[in-house]
T-cell receptor, first 110, second 113 residues
Framework: GQNIDQPTEMTATEGAIVQINCTYQ??????LFWYQQHAGEAPTFLSY????GLEEKGRFSSFLSRSKGYSYLLLKELQMKDSASYLC???????????FGKGNQVVVIP | DVKVTQSSRYLVKRTGEKVFLECVQD?????MFWYRQDPGLGLRLIYF???????EKGDIPEGYSVSREKKERFSLILESASTNQTSMYLC????????????FGPGTRLTVT
């Protein structure tokens, strides 16, 4: 089985930087995905890590440490539209299934 | 822009009714998935399919079945709807090649009364 943990909620100020953590336990790790989900909408794909290190995509960066079972998503220059739930998902070797965490609700305030 | 469409955004059904939720993708992708999403429980996988006429149980298949007669269409069936199946249902598809990221449809909010 897989176990994925994320903090439930955080509040941050517009223009700030926020780090969203995800820890996981799984056998046969084969990639970690981050998704953004606005209220009432479907999740949208943000980033993918399979090797250790940092992947940068504009204002969003994602980091992975496989030995620690740990990832984070970094959001820079926060904007009000970044208020959303951020989901971490893990894939195992040998299948195309994703196991999702429960999501971290980020609230951006002026 | 790849699209995944679901037949309804909102649906209200009565207990005991048979319910069909349809999902259609506009690409030739093999893998399709059905999830439900509930507050505090996150996204949970119900069923998935790697190809036409193939299906695999996810983590919570009880009370559901699926059908995949054509590659682009994956249907979720509630044989006899119950109130505990009130939820947001999300369909997703992914390519059969690395990194297999999943793309979601808009979701169907089903209420069973």
């Amino acid at each position: 089985g897989q176990n994925i943990d994320q903090p439930t909620e955080m509040t941050a100020t517009e223009g700030a930087i926020v780090q969203i953590n995800c820890t996981y336990q799984t056998s046969g790790f084969n990639g970690l995905f981050w998704y953004q989900q606005h209220a009432g909408e479907a999740p949208t794909f943000l980033s993918y890590n399979v090797l250790d290190g940092l992947e940068e995509k504009g204002r969003f960066s994602s980091f992975l440490s496989r030995s620690k079972g740990y990832s984070y998503l970094l959001l820079k220059e926060l904007q009000m539209k970044d208020s959303a739930s951020y989901l971490c998902a893990v894939r195992q070797y040998g299948n195309n299934r994703l196991a999702f965490g429960k999501g971290n609700q980020v609230v951006v305030i002026p | 822009d790849v699209k995944v469409t679901q037949s309804s955004r909102y649906l209200v059904k009565r207990t005991g009714e048979k319910v069909f939720l349809e999902c259609v993708q506009d690409m030739d992708h093999e893998n399709m998935f059905w999830y439900r999403q509930d507050p505090g429980l996150g996204l949970r996988l119900i069923y998935f399919s790697y190809d036409v006429k193939m299906k695999e149980k996810g983590d919570i298949p009880e009370g559901y079945s699926v059908s995949r007669e054509k590659k682009e269409r994956f249907s979720l069936i509630l044989e006899s709807a119950s109130t505990n199946q009130t939820s947001m249902y999300l369909c997703a598809r992914s390519e059969g090649v690395h990194p297999y990221e999943q793309y979601f449809g808009p979701g169907t909010r089903l209420t069973v009364t």
